[in-house]
């Protein structure tokens, strides 16, 4: 069963902009992870934040997490072509490992 | 340093065959995770491993899947016999501990015709 349900399901913008993901859950978490997978190719961890932060930041990417609302959100700034991609998020509600993928975005930037 | 490696890339074959997919885990990794990706069901965990020991298989589908990791190096998932809806990429990942980032290989990509 799907527990992230993400939003929107398709984005497309030009180089240079922000693209913002959102992610909702049904259940309390241990953690919410996000995850990007380009075409033909596994998915790549990006940030993991913890049930008890509310945002964290790694180079051009920012996550925040609102466990009272049962969302999180992703932002990518300064976009890239190579950026293009699907992005998944993913809950561990008991801190065990077993994730629960959302459907996905997908992101096209356009050069 | 290596990624987590399948095999094979891709598997083209007819239904009620056997079918044995591979994977090798980063080296030190102890916890293991096979899923399955569809356009339809998204990606879904099948089943995983700490320290090559099954942990939760609640998302085998049916008896005709199973999986082994007869060492900290080496997992197989067999699918006996194949039918035409477990066309999918089946994909490993591996973590240094359950609750750590996971990382994947590039998939099997099974078609069962």
New interface residues.
């Given amino acids: 069963s799907?527990q992230g349900e993400e939003d929107p399901q398709a984005l497309s913008i030009q180089e240079g902009e922000n693209a913002t993901m959102n992610c909702s859950y049904k259940t309390s978490i241990?953690?919410l992870?996000w995850?990007r997978q380009n075409s033909?190719?596994?998915?790549?961890?990006l940030i993991?934040i913890r049930s008890n932060e509310r945002e964290k930041h790694s180079g051009r990417l920012r996550v925040t997490l609102d466990t009272s609302k049962k969302s999180s959100s992703l932002l990518i700034t300064a976009s890239r072509a190579a950026d293009t991609a699907s992005y998944?998020c993913a809950t561990?509600e008991s801190?065990?490992?077993?994730?629960?993928?959302?459907?996905?975005t997908t992101l096209q930037v356009k050069p | 340093d290596a990624g987590?490696i399948q095999s094979p890339r891709h598997e083209v074959t007819e239904m009620g065959q056997e079918v044995t997919l591979r994977c090798k885990p980063i080296s030190g990794h102890n916890?293991l995770?096979w899923y399955r990706q569809t356009m339809m069901r998204?990606?879904?965990?099948l089943i995983?491993f700490n320290n090559n020991v099954p942990?939760?298989d609640s998302g085998m589908p049916e008896d005709r899947f199973s999986a082994k990791m007869p060492n900290a190096s080496f997992s197989t998932l067999k699918i006996q016999p194949s039918e035409p809806r477990d066309s999918a990429v089946y994909?490993c990942?591996s973590?240094s501990?359950?609750?750590?980032?996971?990382?994947?290989?590039?998939?099997t990509r099974l078609s069962i015709l």
């Fill in positions: 799907q241990n953690n992870q995850y033909g190719r596994g998915l790549v961890h993991l998944f561990d801190n065990t490992g077993k994730l629960i993928f959302g459907q996905g | 987590v916890s995770f998204g990606l879904e965990l995983y942990i939760d994909f990942a973590s501990s359950p609750n750590q980032p996971q990382h994947f290989g590039d998939g």
